[in-house]
């Protein structure tokens, strides 16, 4: 009995019979972006008409944070890499409290960045404060925190509307703050 030959596919499995191979996705050099940091993320962002370094010259003052921050009454230290600065939180509806975080990156006019690490390390934030400049004269200014760590999330949920309010009185403050100082120096 003759044998039949098989009949024609339409693709093969290597790719499609009679046509060119099927192009997989274009292959590029580039790393995969960076995945994003994990924890809760609870952040207010504020529109400051002023200079850059006008607001880093008011965030990076940490002996003058009494006079306008209300969510840090009191700091002191250095801002350096590995640096630990000492800070009392105080938190509405709560007693104030010690913090001694380090400082983990800083960029004069951009950035502070600080980690502190509560409760045996089951709790990790990392604190920020990203200034971007739009213009000569208008920044935008970040202030946020990451909480991360076995209980952070779970810790951070339940505070997180404290937590907000707070950073929004601290950016209607350090812009109030800011721009003064620029007003006073544009004369």
């Given at each position: 009995m003759?044998?039949?030959?098989?009949?024609?596919?339409?693709?093969?499995?290597f790719?499609?019979?009679?046509?060119?191979?099927?192009d997989?996705?274009?292959?590029?050099?580039k790393?995969?972006?960076?995945?994003?940091?994990r924890?809760?993320?609870?952040?207010?962002?504020?529109?400051?008409?002023a200079?850059?370094?006008v607001?880093w010259?008011?965030?990076?003052?940490?002996?003058?944070?009494?006079?306008?921050?209300v969510l840090?009454?009191?700091?002191?230290?250095?801002?350096?890499?590995?640096?630990?600065?000492?800070?009392?939180?105080?938190?509405?509806?709560?007693?104030?409290?010690?913090?001694?975080?380090?400082?983990?990156?800083?960029?004069?006019?951009?950035?502070?960045?600080?980690?502190?690490?509560?409760?045996?390390?089951?709790?990790?934030?990392?604190?920020?404060?990203?200034?971007e400049?739009?213009?000569?004269?208008?920044?935008i200014?970040?202030?946020g925190?990451?909480i991360?760590?076995f209980?952070?999330?779970?810790l951070?949920?339940?505070?997180?509307?404290t937590?907000?309010?707070?950073?929004?009185?601290?950016?209607?403050?350090?812009k109030a703050?800011?721009?003064?100082?620029?007003?006073?120096?544009?004369?």
């Amino acid at each position: 009995m003759p044998i039949t030959p098989p009949p024609a596919l339409r693709a093969g499995p290597f790719g499609t019979r009679g046509g060119p191979p099927l192009d997989p996705a274009p292959r590029t050099n580039k790393p995969p972006p960076p995945k994003p940091p994990r924890g809760l993320r609870i952040e207010h962002r504020v529109g400051i008409q002023a200079p850059a370094e006008v607001i880093w010259a008011v965030i990076s003052d940490l002996a003058s944070w009494h006079e306008w921050c209300v969510l840090y009454p009191k700091a002191a230290g250095q801002i350096r890499i590995g640096g630990t600065l000492d800070i009392t939180l105080a938190l509405p509806g709560r007693p104030p409290e010690e913090i001694h975080p380090t400082v983990l990156e800083w960029v004069p006019g951009e950035q502070l960045h600080w980690r502190l690490t509560m409760l045996g390390g089951l709790v990790k934030t990392t604190r920020y404060f990203e200034i971007e400049a739009l213009a000569a004269e208008s920044c935008i200014v970040s202030n946020g925190e990451l909480i991360a760590g076995f209980l952070g999330p779970r810790l951070g949920k339940r505070m997180a509307g404290t937590l907000y309010r707070a950073f929004v009185d601290m950016d209607d403050a350090l812009k109030a703050r800011a721009e003064a100082i620029w007003q006073a120096q544009k004369g």
